[in-house]
């Protein structure tokens, strides 16, 4: 078994409650079914949360976490949700003294929902995916005590174009940028259109045209896809494109 693992079990045996961190941009890419199925299986509270709600509309997702409950709405970088995220810890653990385990995919925000909780910068972060290497234990006050975890896959879990699109795998990292940009595009074309400011009739187009927009060029003139695709990827991970 992985070492990441060996933590992530250790956490959900000592934890009460477990927060489940989903990106709200990528709901359903960013939950992990095999960890909730631990987690109910060893009799744990699961708790969704969910962050980077200022990226979206939040009026809307609601709608959609219908089946996700109980869930809060995070924002690390606006500090938003966070005193709600308190309240719902301690009206779970009856206002007992609680500890409460943080897991979810790389890079998806547990290192930044922990800090915004805890109100300072306990939890180590980085936009790097795979930062956090081993459980970390972080009081947030007298009543709440976190417990950080690395980021985990499903098992057998290979799917490159997702893990880049979620940001599990950095932009500068992944192995085949082009693709995973081009299936962005092929699914918001008209966000990365606009962002940029291009036209295009398919994500082929856009792409080039982003490529050309952002003077990413080889010699000769010729758009140079690869370091495009990593710049969309890059202004996609980093929220930079809403």
Request: charged fraction near 35%; aromatic fraction near 4%; proline fraction near 3%.
């Amino acid at each position: 078994m992985p070492s990441f693992w060996r933590h992530v079990n250790k956490v959900m045996d000592m934890a009460e409650i477990i927060i489940e961190v989903i990106d709200a941009r990528m709901i359903e890419e960013t939950r992990n079914e095999e960890i909730e199925k631990k987690i109910r299986a060893k009799g744990k509270i699961l708790l969704y949360g969910v962050t980077k709600c200022d990226l979206v509309d939040v009026s809307k997702l609601k709608k959609r976490l219908q089946s996700l409950k109980p869930a809060v709405f995070i924002s690390g970088k606006e500090k938003l949700g966070t005193t709600i995220l308190k309240k719902k810890i301690l009206e779970l653990s009856k206002g007992e003294s609680v500890v409460v385990g943080v897991v979810g995919y790389p890079n998806v925000g547990k290192s930044s929902l922990i800090n915004a909780l805890a109100g300072r910068g306990a939890a180590r972060t980085s936009s790097e995916s795979g930062f956090t290497k081993g459980m970390q234990k972080i009081k947030v006050d007298n009543k709440i005590m976190v417990l950080d975890t690395p980021g985990v896959y499903p098992h057998m879990e290979k799917d490159e174009i997702k893990h880049g699109r979620i940001g599990a795998i950095g932009y500068s990292k992944v192995k085949d940028p082009e693709s995973v940009a081009l299936n962005l595009i092929e699914e918001m074309p008209e966000k990365v259109k606009k962002y940029y400011g291009v036209e295009g009739e398919d994500a082929e187009e856009i792409l080039e045209a982003v490529a050309f927009r952002l003077k990413r060029l080889q010699k000769g003139g010729e758009p140079d896809l690869e370091a495009a695709s990593r710049s969309i990827l890059k202004d996609w991970q980093t929220g930079r494109m809403k």
